[in-house]
């Protein structure tokens, strides 16, 4: 496979998962069980679009860039292993990937990429999560959730176009 077919799908799976993040807070009503399912398939998504943001950005990227993708990768571990390891995990994990996806969005930033939305998508994602709690009834945590999935869904589009003008770092 070519790694150009590479970098189009998981910007296909960035986008699928941004958009079915921006449907999560939906998840519930379909039960305990489907929601369980919905959430790991939107996780699943969020983290091949991140495998490919990575590869395809990773020399650009630098070590900031990999400790970004690193604690992106352990966050998704965490919010997946809440039911093993008990409730601190999620919140833990999910802030660990917003900081993560904040980092890599900063190397996108300051390697000057021509496409600024993801970037300051997942970095407003991170400061509107950080100020969660002063926000009415968990309204913080649920634009956070929006832009972070905005952000993959933004990144998405420039890694299936492919343009290495409009990817950042590419």
Request: hydrophobic share 55%; charged share 10%; net charge positive.
């Amino acid at each position: 496979m070519s790694p150009c077919t590479l970098s189009r799908l998981s910007g296909l799976a960035a986008f699928a998962g941004g958009s079915l993040r921006l449907a999560a807070p939906l998840a519930p009503r379909l039960g305990e069980h489907f929601a369980q399912g919905a959430y790991l398939v939107i996780d699943v998504f969020l983290l091949l679009g991140l495998v490919g943001l990575y590869g395809q950005n990773w020399r650009a990227l630098g070590w900031p860039g990999r400790a970004g993708f690193c604690a992106g990768l352990i966050g998704a571990c965490l919010v997946r292993s809440q039911a093993a390891l008990g409730s601190w995990a999620y919140p833990t994990g999910a802030g660990l990937w917003s900081v993560g996806m904040a980092i890599i969005g900063l190397m996108f930033l300051l390697n000057r990429a021509p496409s600024r939305l993801a970037p300051a998508l997942w970095i407003g994602a991170l400061a509107v999560g950080l100020t969660g709690p002063l926000w009415p009834s968990g309204m913080g945590l649920l634009i956070a959730g929006s832009l972070f999935g905005l952000g993959f869904m933004a990144a998405g589009v420039a890694l299936v176009r492919d343009d290495r003008r409009a990817t950042p770092c590419g």
